[in-house]
């Protein structure tokens, strides 16, 4: 069965403050691994896809890496304003074009 | 250009009421999913249109669920009977093809009361 687990659930960062956020799947037969932030009260907004190990992509602050087994979503000093709570999610090769999401990581950048 | 539009923004109805909702996709975009996020869940799929194919339905977790899609464009989402455990975040996506990445509307908030 299909499964992704994001770590940690919540993370609080000073201002500046690097880290990393974890996204470890099962699937049978990755198609895509996608990114998404999702402000509250709001629809969850793409940041990247994903498809073989060993692939990066940035934008801004972030940067997306993908191994056979998990993600991470690198935060290089973050500013307040890119709190929200970041969604990885999986699409599979073979059945349903739908994504599986896992619950997300809520991360809060203190000024 | 514009983004997955979703209506009613906030629905509020009683328990045992029928509820419709609706997603206008990105122009263009032959496939639409529908997902539901509820308090502390991650997004549940619930149903995938592609162009004028049977729709998936595998998600739908009641017979009280079900949606269609007009023209290859427009959708709306039915709850027959609604339960208070059907209250949640209904969202909409739409990608240019089956494999592509998925946008996502700003969703409709449903409480059954």
């Known amino acids: 069965e299909d499964q992704v687990t994001q770590s940690p659930e919540a993370l609080r960062l000073q201002e500046g403050e690097s880290s990393s956020l974890n996204c470890s799947y099962t699937v049978s037969g990755l198609r895509g691994l996608f990114w998404y932030r999702q402000d509250p009260g709001k629809g969850p907004e793409f940041l990247f896809t994903l498809y073989s190990a060993g692939e990066e992509k940035e934008k801004e602050r972030l940067k997306a890496t993908l191994t056979k087994k998990e993600s991470f979503l690198h935060i290089t000093a973050p500013k307040p304003e890119d709190s929200a709570t970041y969604l990885c999610a999986v699409q599979a090769s073979g059945g349903a074009n739908n994504l599986f999401f896992g619950t997300g990581t809520r991360l809060t950048v203190i000024p | 250009g514009a983004g997955v539009s979703q209506s009613p923004s906030n629905k509020v109805t009683e328990k045992g009421k029928d509820v419709e909702l609706r997603c206008d996709p990105i122009?263009?975009?032959?496939?639409l999913y529908w997902y539901r996020q509820s308090l502390g869940q991650g997004l549940e799929f619930l149903i995938y249109f592609q162009g004028n194919s049977a729709p998936d339905k595998s998600g739908l977790p009641s017979d009280r669920f079900s949606a269609e899609r007009t023209g290859g464009s427009v959708s709306t989402l039915t709850i027959q009977r609604t339960q208070q455990e059907d209250s949640a975040v209904y969202l909409c996506a739409s990608s240019p093809v089956t494999w592509e990445t998925q946008y996502f509307g700003p969703g409709t908030r449903l409480l059954v009361l």
């Open positions: 122009s263009g975009h032959t496939a």
